[in-house]
């Protein structure tokens, strides 16, 4: 899972900070998260919201509003400050070539990508998770000394274990709220989730905000979670209904990899430094190297692809071999670990392998003894010819297809071990 830094700066020119997750597959949309009152971009639910959604070619940015997590500026702006940072991360991404089509906001960052919706005419669908209907509901959770204050007063409030100073412009901003005519008029699919068991935003916010909105317009129930997901397979749960419901609203172009002629294809993706896209005949799939080197992380590394050939060769191996025999072999397990080559020492894959089933100690000695036949291993050991050229025109149409003959060279390993 590749998790980049986003920073951007909001109307007011002050520093924002963001994480962009995208996913080990190409990204097809953007969305935005705002998280809760309380919250930031660090909080379970945004985090875990927004991993699910980039495996699934979501990219979402979520970010910390003003005066929270690690953005600058002072908190206390209202609901109308929470509502300029989301133009502006919007914009911001837009700017980089990744225009959000999706919102999604968590309790008071539901209301907030509600009233932004309005102003962002490429955001196509807004999903609120626990949100309130009324943006007065969260002066109910700041104390009553808060509510009367006046003038140039400031109270001191406590959100995620800081203190803040509100005063009055925070409430008279809240007070000035119409969400009622917001959601009437958003013009936007709509998702709303929301747990019945939800004590500090009750369900009846739901009911209000669906009751009010105009369709297309959905309701999906988060029975027995919290209000903030803090069991994590709830915050996946609602990703996977987002990313399910969104795909009939947003604009994802759908286009299948053109298959190589020739075993498999890569190219770079313009993504990152290092990122490329590997296509074979049955798929495709992302390749990268971690950020302590400058990559994503959004994929195995190369030398990830080897051990991974090394590992399920062995294991394809094991299993032919025991189906021969007759052997009662349930699974095999490998896990491959490599070692760079230093002054003193060749390249050196290190490999594990465990068999499960019931299968005597005398077996185990040969499917180990097996695993050094595999065709992978012998490539690795043996060596191998790289014939190298040029493609002609985009694809190398005249060129030769070249059959994938990994299982006779099993099945040959195979029928040598019993010959020996």
């Not at 709830?234 to 009939?248: K, N």
């Not at 020739?262 to 950020?291: A, H, M, N, Y």
């Not at 994929?299 to 032919?320: E, F, K, N, Q, V």
Request: hydrophobic share 45%.
């Amino acid at each position: 899972m590749a998790s980049t830094e986003f920073a951007f700066t909001n109307d007011a020119g002050i520093a924002l900070a963001g994480i962009l997750e995208t996913g080990n597959v190409p990204v097809r949309a953007y969305a935005v998260f705002a998280h809760c009152f309380t919250c930031d971009k660090t909080s379970l639910a945004a985090v875990k919201v927004s991993r699910r959604l980039a495996q699934d070619g979501i990219g979402v940015l979520r970010f910390d509003f003003t005066g929270l997590g690690e953005s600058e500026g002072e908190f206390g702006r209202g609901l109308s400050g929470d509502v300029k940072d989301i133009v502006s991360a919007v914009a911001a991404m837009a700017g980089a070539g990744m225009a959000p089509q999706l919102l999604i906001g968590h309790s008071f960052g539901g209301a907030a990508v509600l009233a932004a919706a309005g102003a962002l005419g490429d955001v196509k669908a807004v999903a609120v998770i626990g949100a309130p209907f009324d943006a007065g509901h969260i002066l109910t959770h700041l104390g009553d000394a808060l509510i009367d204050v006046s003038g140039d007063d400031r109270i001191p409030v406590s959100i995620g274990g800081r203190e803040f100073l509100l005063g009055s412009e925070f409430v008279d901003d809240i007070r000035a709220q119409r969400q009622h005519s917001r959601i009437a008029e958003l013009g936007r699919a709509l998702l709303i989730l929301h747990s019945p068991l939800d004590e500090v935003v009750s369900i009846t916010n739901a009911s209000e905000i669906f009751q009010a909105a105009r369709h297309p317009k959905s309701f999906v129930s988060l029975d027995h979670a919290d209000h903030l997901l803090r069991q994590g397979r709830d915050a996946v749960y609602a990703a996977e209904v987002i990313g399910a419901w969104s795909r009939r609203y947003l604009d994802i172009a759908v286009t299948q990899p053109v298959p190589p002629v020739r075993g498999l294809r890569v190219e770079e993706t313009g993504i990152g430094k290092f990122q490329v896209k590997v296509v074979s005949r049955s798929g495709s799939f992302l390749v990268d190297e971690p950020t302590s080197v400058g990559g994503l992380a959004s994929g195995p590394s190369p030398y990830d692809l080897i051990a991974a050939g090394l590992a399920a060769c062995t294991a394809m191996t094991c299993r032919m071999y025991a189906d021969r025999k007759g052997w009662p072999l349930e699974r095999t397990i490998v896990e491959v670990g490599h070692t760079g080559r230093t002054v003193t020492s060749r390249e050196t894959f290190t490999r594990r392998l465990r068999f499960e089933g019931r299968i005597d100690a005398a077996q185990e000695e040969l499917l180990l003894e097996i695993a050094d036949r595999c065709p992978v291993h012998r490539t690795l050991t043996e060596g191998a010819v790289v014939e190298t050229g040029r493609i002609v025109g985009e694809r190398d149409d005249g060129a030769p297809d070249i059959p994938d003959d990994h299982a006779r060279q099993v099945a040959e390993a195979c029928t040598d071990a019993d010959a020996q």
